[in-house]
């Protein structure tokens, strides 16, 4: 072993080892299922993606034979389907998707964990730094997130994490069925989520021409490995047949998901927001502030040294261990993810907690590193400071969860005040394509597309909701210039008023446009921004229309005469 240490004990019976898991996952889920309830906000108070899901989900728990598939997540929503049906049966939050999808979260995270503890102490052959390890790993601030909201990312990544582990501990010495096992849990994960191929699959290749001992036996590993993939990617696409959106093998794995889309590009903003990402994967955001890119609060700080103490830590250990195929294994698979995941988040969305889960997880190895080395240096004291150290990072992380605690509830009661002063069958709301409101509103009026080309005179009853988005021409058509986006939106203003809507607008208007330009920089258009802020004030005037608690002031808009 690599990193064994003189606390190592024989090899348990399986009896044991069972045992363990089975309170470690039993501990972690009643946990999570305890933060869960205290926390009241499936949604978590950073994406709304949880609300969209449970309503795509909901065809596969009501009619699973005639449910839609999609590419991206082929493997998810008949997952979670049978899964929620399984809660509708138990009575759990029953025809409530949105509420169940955190509970299968936890339950998933909790699984996640145990993956973490067996290959910590099979690395390490220690029971203590296995445990250290794992509470280290649900304490991370985006993963302690992910486990307890309702995102789509966590079950993907649990299965994805397991692949990562046995690669680990398996490609020191790959055989043939090693390395088929690994490549088909992989592509589970994948088929969960498309996008987690991409940071981890140089890294499994890596790994095998690393391990693997001549050129032929490189090449060959490669290729079981691949196909591996293509394999299970057919078995996947044969399984699909029949529901609507079922694709071949070659198409699964590649969808081409926010490949050619407004989130995709390099660009300086998201160098800097992939700097302060990786920072918050390890303590928590919800009461830190991040102004501008060196605004950091002490949080960030604090969190930044820590990481550069673990890699002080850890890098050497692992360079003197540089001969041993375990060591290049362990280094490959967790390291070879983050320095892809680097770059992939530098092309897509770097801040976001699901973009960082999968390409930090090299900390918990690096923090196995520092406990086994404060073990070596300080025997039981050293134990003792690192096991506190993670009980702190986890007390901290769900501290930083209070701001956002009962923030569901609060958008509710707000959509319900915004109805009553502006009657949804005779408004059309001007809103930032990622504002709460357009997350809340689809789920109380139901989910609609932004613009009005289908609408007919006002009032409207269906859709409910109607709404027009600050970027969503941006998002739809990336390769527009930016007079093309603001055509297109003034002529959207002009043909709901045209149709005698109510034109209300959120907060944007009270941008100035260098902050406008900081409420769409992720989707790498800024030069939008300058031309869209003239075009709202010199072609209109508003009007104070209402105020809400939580939403805050909305304007009616108005032609300049």
């Known amino acids: 072993m690599s990193f064994i240490t003189d606390r190592a004990t024989p090899p348990s019976p399986s009896s044991t080892w069972l045992l363990d898991l089975l309170l470690l996952w039993l501990g972690m889920a009643i946990l999570l299922i305890a933060v869960i309830v205290w926390f009241d906000n499936p949604q978590g108070g950073l994406t709304g993606n949880g609300i969209f899901k449970s309503l795509e989900m909901k065809p596969w728990i009501a009619d699973p034979g005639t449910a839609p598939l999609a590419p991206s997540n082929y493997l998810y929503y008949p997952v979670y389907g049978l899964l929620c049906r399984g809660l509708d049966a138990l009575g759990v939050h029953a025809g409530d998707p949105r509420l169940q999808m955190p509970i299968l979260n936890a339950l998933s995270a909790s699984f996640c964990i145990c993956v973490v503890y067996a290959m910590v102490r099979r690395l390490t052959g220690d ?10 790993h649900i304490a991370s601030s985006f993963v302690l997130f992910l486990a307890v909201t309702n995102e789509d990312i966590m079950p993907s990544y649990t299965v994805l994490f397991a692949s990562m582990a046995l ?158 195929s375990r060591a290049r294994a362990v280094a490959a698979i967790f390291g070879g993810t983050f320095v892809a995941g680097l770059v992939f988040n530098l092309y897509s969305q770097p801040q976001d907690p699901q973009m960082q889960i999968n390409v930090m997880g090299w900390l918990t190895v690096g923090w196995m590193l520092a406990v086994t080395a404060a073990y070596g240096r300080w025997r039981a004291r050293g134990l003792w400071a690192t096991g506190g150290v993670t009980l702190v990072l986890l007390a901290y992380n769900l501290w930083s969860l209070a701001p956002l605690r009962g923030l569901d509830a609060a958008w509710q009661r707000s959509i319900r005040h915004i109805g009553e002063e502006a009657e949804p069958a005779r408004t059309v709301f001007v809103i930032n394509d990622l504002d709460w409101f357009l997350v809340y509103a689809a789920l109380a009026w139901g989910e609609a597309e932004s613009g009005v080309k289908k609408l007919g005179p006002a009032p409207q009853a269906e859709p409910a909701f109607k709404w027009i988005g600050v970027g969503s021409s941006l998002l739809r058509h990336p390769g527009w210039s930016a007079v093309e986006h603001v055509s297109a939106l003034e002529g959207e203003i002009d043909r709901a008023l045209e149709l ?39 072609r209109y005037e508003a009007a104070t229309a209402f105020d809400d608690p939580l939403a805050g002031h909305y304007y009616s808009l108005r032609h300049k005469p």
Not at 281 to 294: D, E, M, Q, R
Not at 500 to 525: C, F, M
């Open 127 to 136: 029971r203590v730094i296995a445990v250290i390890a794992s509470l280290f």
């Open 500 to 538: 005698g809507y109510r034109v209300i607008i959120s907060q944007q208007w009270e941008l100035d446009e260098a902050h406008l330009a900081a409420t769409i920089a992720i989707l790498s258009n800024r030069s939008y921004s300058g031309a869209l802020w003239h075009m709202l004030h010199d």
């Open 167 to 324: 690669a680990a501990l398996w490609f020191a010495q790959p055989t043939p069925l090693r390395i088929v096992l690994v490549s088909v849990l992989f592509s589970i994960g994948w088929l969960f989520e498309w996008r987690l191929m991409f940071p981890t699959l140089p890294a499994m290749l890596a790994a095998l021409w690393l391990c693997l001992p001549d050129l032929r036996k490189r090449i060959a590993g490669v290729l079981l490995f691949l196909a591996g993939m293509l394999a299970t990617a057919t078995v996947a696409a044969l399984a699909g047949r029949g529901h609507k959106g079922a694709v071949g093998p070659i198409d699964l794995i590649w969808t081409g998901k926010a490949v050619d889309s407004a989130w995709a590009g390099f660009t300086w903003n998201k160098f800097f927001g992939t700097f302060d990402g990786s920072v918050a994967y390890l303590l928590g955001t919800a009461v830190t502030n991040y102004p501008a890119p060196f605004g950091w609060d002490m949080w960030r700080v604090i969190g930044l040294a820590m990481i550069g103490a673990i890699v002080a830590i850890s890098a050497p250990m692992l360079w003197r261990r540089r001969d041993d």
